[in-house]
């Protein structure tokens, strides 16, 4: 048995394919009725995991419990999980009804009772009348809902989906992303979904497991991934994030106060246990939450600069601010709240302020 009471829980699992590890001591817990996505970019091992959730692949080491059961003696078929993947596995010759009813025919079910829940399906994935229609007569996006439905039919515990947007255009990806959404509150089903699209996973996921090289780095909800990295990778790989070096000079109160280079004394919160005065130390600010301005500001904690570049974007501004010391331009995005009368303006001194909660320190210092 597992030693929680998570649903699906991945116990320091390891894959070698040959001498090459793709799997590095991965211990991953998911709920029951969570979406949780793997996140990270192409050859982390997000598909390699998924295959093994899946059990087309056996881990090296370690052990995957899905219900309290260990599953390394189990085949796919057994498994209370069902996979949907990139490309939509649907066959072309068959009509959508035949699509979905696929999995059923192993059942034995009363034709009557199978159309019935076909005719459920179709309902949930919103193409009511397709059931007649051929499947090649389809676009992309109702291809991958037929697809949906034919896994969900079978009513699986789990769904493991396998960056199955894919293939999509990006206006209809993100109105997929939606209804995938509400599709899984609606069916309760626990969703294993895989992507390398941040932007997708911060959309979709109650929980998110970001990957790198076979390892996961951070498992966290979008808010804290995005607010609360634990590394400069997790950092980098979720949205733009400027990086400082500076010494620790107290902790108070979970409140860092850093000696921080080219910015002076800076607070930072997120301070990991063990830190100690003295040390030295990464800190993380997200460009929104650094203000830009030609006047000295009246509040907060500031610095000068020299404007070395401005973009100007609509909605928002982007401006690159050289700092002495930092190798990096400091990267600052501004909502256009007033209606600009000219070009973001580039070339000058000016100042940089922030909030006090604004920095963050780092587990990698
Ligand atoms: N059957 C296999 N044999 C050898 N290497 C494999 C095999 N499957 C995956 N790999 C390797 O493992 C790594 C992770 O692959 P994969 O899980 O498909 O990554 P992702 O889905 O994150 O893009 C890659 O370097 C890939 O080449
Ligand atoms: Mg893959």
Same mark, same amino acid.
């Given at each position: 048995m597992?030693?929680n009471?998570?649903?699906?829980?991945i116990?320091?699992v390891?894959k070698?394919f040959?001498k090459?590890q793709?799997?590095a001591?991965?211990s991953?817990d998911i709920?029951?009725g969570?979406f949780f =996505? +793997?996140?990270?970019?192409?050859?982390c091992?997000?598909?390699t995991?998924?295959?093994m959730?899946?059990?087309?692949?056996?881990?090296? =080491?370690?052990?995957i419990y899905?219900?309290?059961q260990?599953?390394s003696?189990?085949?796919?078929?057994?498994r209370?999980?069902?996979?949907?993947f990139?490309?939509y596995?649907i066959?072309p010759? +068959?009509?959508?009804?035949?699509?979905?009813?696929?999995?059923?025919? $192993?059942?034995?079910?009363?034709?009557?009772k199978?159309?019935e829940?076909?005719?459920?399906m179709l309902?949930l994935? $919103?193409?009511?009348?397709y059931?007649d229609?051929?499947?090649n007569e +389809?676009s992309?996006?109702?291809?991958?809902r037929?697809a949906?439905?034919?896994?969900?039919i079978?009513r699986p515990?789990?769904?493991l989906?396998?960056?199955?947007?894919g293939?999509?255009? $990006?206006?209809? *990806?993100?109105?997929m992303?939606?209804e995938?959404r509400?599709?899984?509150k609606?069916?309760g089903?626990?969703?294993v979904f895989?992507t390398?699209d941040?932007e997708e996973? +911060?959309? /979709?996921?109650?929980?998110? &497991?970001?990957?790198?090289q076979?390892?996961?780095l951070?498992v966290?909800t979008?808010t804290?991934?995005?607010?609360?990295?634990v590394?400069?990778?997790v950092?980098?790989?979720?949205g733009?994030?400027n990086?400082f070096? @500076?010494?620790?000079s107290?902790i108070?109160d979970?409140i860092?106060k850093v000696d921080a280079?080219?910015l002076?004394?800076?607070r930072?919160?997120?301070v990991?246990s063990g830190? *100690?005065?003295g040390q030295?130390?990464c800190l993380?600010v997200?460009?929104?939450?650094l203000t830009v301005s030609?006047? &000295?500001?009246?509040?907060?904690?500031? &610095?000068? @600069?020299?404007?070395e570049n401005a973009a100007? /974007?609509?909605e928002?501004?982007?401006y690159?601010v050289?700092?002495d010391g930092v190798?990096?331009p400091v990267?600052?995005?501004a909502q256009?709240r007033q209606?600009?009368?000219? $070009?973001a303006?580039?070339?000058r001194?000016?100042?940089l302020?922030?909030?006090?909660?604004?920095?963050?320190v780092?587990?990698?210092?």
């Open positions: 597992t030693q009471d998570a649903f699906i829980s116990r320091n390891n070698f040959g090459f793709a799997i001591d991965v991953i709920q029951h969570e =996505s +793997l996140l990270g970019s192409s050859g091992g997000k598909t995991l998924l295959r959730l899946a059990g087309f692949e056996s881990p090296t =080491s370690g052990e899905i219900d309290g260990p599953m003696d189990v085949p796919p078929h057994h209370p999980v069902n996979m949907v990139q490309s596995a066959f010759h +068959l009509n959508v009804r035949d699509n979905i009813a696929y999995g059923l025919r $192993k059942q034995k079910l009363a034709r009557a199978r159309y829940m076909v005719d459920e309902e994935i $919103k193409l009511p009348d059931g229609r051929k499947a +389809l992309g996006g109702q291809r991958q037929i949906l439905a034919r896994s969900l079978l515990k789990v769904l989906l396998d960056e199955p947007l293939a999509l255009d $990006k206006q209809l *990806r993100e109105q992303q939606l995938l509400a599709l899984q609606t069916v089903i626990t969703f895989v390398h941040q996973a +911060l959309t /979709l996921s109650d929980r998110i &497991a970001v990957m790198a076979g390892r996961d951070q966290d979008p804290r991934l995005y607010e609360n990295p590394n400069r990778d950092a980098s790989f979720i733009t994030m990086f070096d @500076g010494t620790v107290a108070n979970g860092a280079v080219g002076g004394e800076v930072a919160g997120n990991p830190l *100690r005065p030295s130390v993380a997200r460009p929104e939450k030609e006047n &000295a500001p009246e509040a907060g904690s500031n &610095a000068r @600069g020299l404007l100007y /974007l609509g928002r501004s982007h690159y050289r700092v190798s990096q990267a600052v995005s256009n209606r600009a009368d000219g $070009k303006e580039d070339k001194p000016v100042w302020s922030w909030d006090e909660n604004a920095f963050v780092l587990e990698d210092g």
